[in-house]
């Protein structure tokens, strides 16, 4: 899978002790059930093209350096093998 997107106020993303991310994405945006057009897969931190851009405050307050931050995902190569129960089933 190639990924491409950005994700704000990731869980812990900021945090030395994060090593991957779970990634939800569209994956077949086709799918007449709108719930089965989602996917989940796991990527690595250290994978090339992730990028945590910076720490971001909740409700004023700085969480840093292991609350929330906002990571890019800027053609992120991960193996099929990483995808979660399958594709579409980013739901369950």
Known sequence: YVIN????W????????CKVF??????????????????MII???DTKGVTILRALPVFGY?????GHGEV?????RVP??????GEGRGFE
């Open 5 to 8: 997107g950005r994700k704000w």
């Open 80 to 85: 099929a093998s990483n995808i979660l129960l």
């Open 62 to 66: 700085d969480d840093a350096p292991h």
């Open 22 to 39: 779970i990634f939800m994405g569209k994956s077949d945006p086709d799918n007449a059930d709108r719930h089965k057009q989602q996917s």
């Open 10 to 17: 990731s869980s812990g993303a900021n945090d030395p002790r």
């Open 72 to 76: 890019l995902f800027e053609n992120v």
């Open 43 to 45: 990527v690595p931190r």
